[in-house]
Each structure stands twice: as C-alpha cells, then as structure tokens.
C-alpha cells in the first residue's frame, strides 16, 4: 500500500503488528512504545522527512489510552505524578518543535547528543536492576505472592484492589501509599525535569515518556508499577501539544514546507499501540519489577544505540 503523504510503501498490517509488538513489551515500564517506532519509520520505511515527528505524536495519540484506560480501572494511576508531568513536558515540547523546525531540520548532531544521554540512562538502569535484584520490599512482596500460588495456576503478583493513595500534597513534596509502603518525590524537581524531556520530546515526537520513566525509576526511586499510568498520560497529553504545535510552525509563512504528518500511517502504527498498550499494562502485574526494569533498560540501549550508530552512516 502507498500513503501519499509520507511516500511510504509498506503492507497495512505491518504498522499496527509492529507497535502492538513493542508496545506489550514496553508498556509495563510506562511507555508506549513510540520511542522505538520513530526509529522503525525511520530506518525500515524511509520515512525521512521533519513531519515523520508528528506523525509519531499521531501515533502516541491513539496508542496510550489503552494502557491509561487499565491503570484507571485498577486505581494504579497516580494522579499527582501525572499532572506534575504534564505541567512541565507540555511547555517543553512546544520549545523542542520550535528547536526542531528552525535549527534541527535534519536533527543528525542532535540525534548524536540524543543517544549519548539515553546510553547513560539505559546503562544505569541495567546497572542498577543487578544491585537491586530481591532487595526491594515491593519486589519481595511480589515475589512472595508467586511463590505461593496455587499449583499451575498464573497469579498477579500484585494483590487485587490495590490502589495508589495519595497522603501528602504540597509543592516541595507528595507523598503516596502503594501496598503499604510510602513514596515520597519532589514536584519542583519533577518539573524542571519533565520541562527538559519535552523539549527533546518535541524534537522528536516521543513524547518524553522513554526518559521521564527511568528518571522516576532510577533517580526517584519510585516503583515501575506506580508510574507506568502517569507516565502514559503524560505521553497522551503532551502529544496533544505536540501535534498542535507542529501545525502551528508548519503553517507559518517563513516556514512552508511539505511537512504535514501522514494521518493515515500515525493511526495505523496507533492503533496497534493502543492493543499493545492495554495487553502490556495488564500483563505488568504478572512480571517482577527487576525484569521490567531490564526490558526498560535494554530498550533504551537499542535506540540509543540506534541514534548512535546513525549520526556515522
């Protein structure tokens, strides 16, 4: 089949089989999966072009609620985590679609800059996922529960009804309860972070879901299963600003070019995401935070690698 507007030939089943793959995988460590689309629409169609950016926004879009819709079923979104987000990637994406359509049309050095941070991130997280192997409370709790399943049956290692509780609320501090534990982040600090990840989330059209979630992960020591939701809605949101924003630079006069995304092929590639989205986010609670933290890890390191690799071909 040929979309018109990308210029891409791909068969119609390829797109929506492709991101259902990556996002079951991805969604338990809280993202949809799109940071590894981009690369795939990139490299495999030869989707070139600056619109091949909002057009992954097209396909974060459609794809996130479906693991959003999970989490709120299970009372496992946390709210406070999610606006704090959302108030800093969605300033932030604007600034990056502005740095992306004026000073990176081509984004190579970027892309470069891009890969190093992330090989940092993934790097630790995979570091850190050894140290850490039986020595979280929550991840012996959960491990407990499987091992005393009952015989050849599947058991969630997360206890049914087990909802997010919010305990504190201010502006240098939230804190939360999760299967009886209490979680404590700084909001001020949240945001200045999720500011710069939406900038570079502008750039590229990721949303900044990839990097805000082993930053909670990792710097924030906050549990994968208490962050997966906010994280996603953050993806959802910002790709909301994202889309309307490259539309807004696109159709200034200083900047006309054929730079509109490609609809159909975002829906497509979205569509796949969101089933991969909600069989991933139910899937969560069968798998041990350690293997998610590896699989979180290990992605990261693929596209980084991938960015890597591509600023020297």
């Not at 600056?50 to 879009?61: D, G, M, R, S, Y």
């Not at 108030?87 to 679609?97: E, N």
């Not at 012996?140 to 009804?161: A, D, T």
Request: proline share 6%.
């Amino acid at each position: 089949m040929y979309f018109p507007v990308s210029g891409v030939h791909v068969l119609p089943l390829v797109p929506p089989a492709v991101a259902f793959a990556i996002s079951t995988l991805a969604t338990g460590a809280g993202i949809a999966g799109t940071f590894l689309i981009l690369p795939f629409m990139v490299s495999v169609l030869g989707y070139t072009s600056p619109a091949a950016t909002p057009t992954n926004f097209i396909c974060n879009l459609v794809a996130s609620p479906g693991g959003m819709v999970r989490f709120i079923k299970e009372g496992r979104m946390n709210w406070p985590l999610t606006w704090v987000i959302v108030s800093g990637t969605i300033p932030g994406v604007f600034a990056g679609a502005w740095i992306r359509v004026v000073f990176l049309p081509d984004a190579k050095t970027f892309k470069l800059f891009m890969g190093i941070v992330l090989l940092g991130l993934g790097a630790y997280q995979l570091i850190n996922s050894g140290k850490r192997h039986g020595k979280g409370v929550l991840e012996n709790k959960f491990l407990e529960r499987i091992k005393n399943k009952p015989g050849g049956k599947l058991v969630s290692g997360i206890p049914p009804g087990l909802a997010i509780k919010t305990v504190l609320l201010s502006f240098k501090r939230i804190d939360y309860d999760f299967w009886g534990e209490i979680y404590s982040f700084n909001p001020l600090m949240l945001f200045g972070i999720a500011l710069a990840v939406g900038l570079v989330g502008g750039v590229y059209g990721i949303s900044g879901a990839a990097i805000i979630a082993p930053v909670c992960v990792s710097v924030l020591k906050l549990p994968v299963y208490t962050i997966a939701g906010s994280t996603l809605a953050g993806n959802f949101l910002t790709s909301i600003a994202g889309i309307a924003s490259y539309y807004f630079f696109f159709s200034s006069t200083r900047l006309q070019g054929n730079f509109a995304p490609d609809w159909l092929l975002g829906v497509l590639f979205g569509l796949g995401g969101f089933l991969g989205t909600y069989s991933g986010a139910y899937l969560q609670k069968f798998l041990p935070e350690r293997l998610i933290t590896i699989i979180l890890g290990s992605l990261i390191v693929i596209l980084a690698v991938i960015y890597i690799t591509g600023y020297f071909t």
